[in-house]
């Protein structure tokens, strides 16, 4: 799922494209993105973008008229921008949105359509899909940490958590756990000042870094490779290689399509974490340890 340094870099691009050019129409590919009826979509059409914003993970256009697009492109929904008048994709199209001088095509991978699409009118239906979270690079550490404390989750799930963070989601949790040294399955009332402390350091410099590396990969093109699994990321996705600081192996906890990576040395005190389906299997074998785990493996 795109999150805040994609969708950052997203909304750049788009600046440079869409801002200030009219709107000309609006082709709707399949009619399950739509999640709105009222305004009809074509009340979109010939009016000029005047802002672009980001609330969370989603992407909200302002419009003439007080009318707002927001998407939301969830795990497999992105962005391109094409010629003028380019078809959507066939198996992947959703929408194409045409300006005068391209279209910017939404599609989504996958037989699952999750991707959305609101048309709304007014900037109090636009408050409607704020979540409360607080934006990472922009709060100061004693705000970060009294949110942090807010409920009892582990980190992992604070962090996610699109009531308490904006933006963070699987992949950048993961990497900013990892910078702080610090366990997913931590709960947040267990953390010293110390440890929040890092954990703040970590969120804001992880977040800031991949922005700006995502700024340089993409320059003046748009946006081509949003992934989750980087290269140049020191867990996420890089389950049984090296760490990047210490060579252990990375390891993961699965659970629903998500999984959590971490590194057992850096984070876990060498505690291998329990993934919720083999640990039910294997039970009372299943290794606490990476010196266990290695004997098994053997085995």
């Not at 993961?174 to 970590?202: G, K, Q, Y």
């Not at 993961?252 to 005190?269: D, F, G, K, L, S």
Request: proline share 5%; aromatic share 6%; glycine share 8%.
């Amino acid at each position: 799922m795109p999150e805040l340094p994609d969708v950052v870099v997203y909304l750049e691009a788009l600046e440079r494209r869409i801002l200030g050019r009219r709107l000309e129409s609006v082709r709707l590919v399949s009619p399950f993105v739509l999640r709105t009826v009222d305004p009809p979509l074509s009340a979109a059409d010939g009016r000029r973008v005047l802002l672009l914003r980001r609330i969370g993970k989603r992407l909200v256009w302002g419009l003439e008229g007080d009318l707002f697009v927001v998407l939301h492109l969830m795990i497999a929904g992105r962005l391109r921008w094409a010629a003028a008048g380019a078809r959507a994709p066939g198996r992947i199209g959703l929408a194409a949105f045409d300006f005068e001088d391209g279209t910017l095509l939404l599609t989504e991978a996958g037989s699952k359509r999750r991707a959305s699409l609101h048309l709304v009118s007014g900037a109090s239906a636009v408050q409607a899909f704020e979540r409360g979270g607080l934006e990472p690079l922009e709060a100061g550490e004693a705000e970060f940490v009294l949110r942090l404390r807010r409920e009892n989750h582990t980190l992992k799930r604070a962090l996610t958590d699109p009531r308490l963070f904006s933006g963070i989601g699987n992949a950048y949790s993961d990497e900013i756990l990892h910078r702080a040294r610090l366990s997913p399955l931590r709960l947040t009332s267990r953390l010293t000042e110390e440890d929040a402390a890092r954990l703040f350091d970590a969120t804001r410099s992880v977040l800031a870094e991949w922005t700006d590396r995502l700024r340089r990969e993409t320059g003046e093109s748009f946006p081509e490779k949003v992934t989750a699994f980087r290269d140049g990321m020191a867990v996420h996705g890089r389950f049984r290689q090296p760490c990047p600081d210490c060579g252990t192996p990375i390891q993961r906890i699965r659970y629903a399509e998500n999984e959590t990576n971490y590194c057992p040395v850096c984070q876990t005190e060498g505690r291998l974490l329990a993934d919720r389906g083999l640990s039910r299997l294997l039970r009372k074998d299943w290794p606490r340890s990476l010196e266990e785990l290695e004997e098994r493996l053997k085995s």
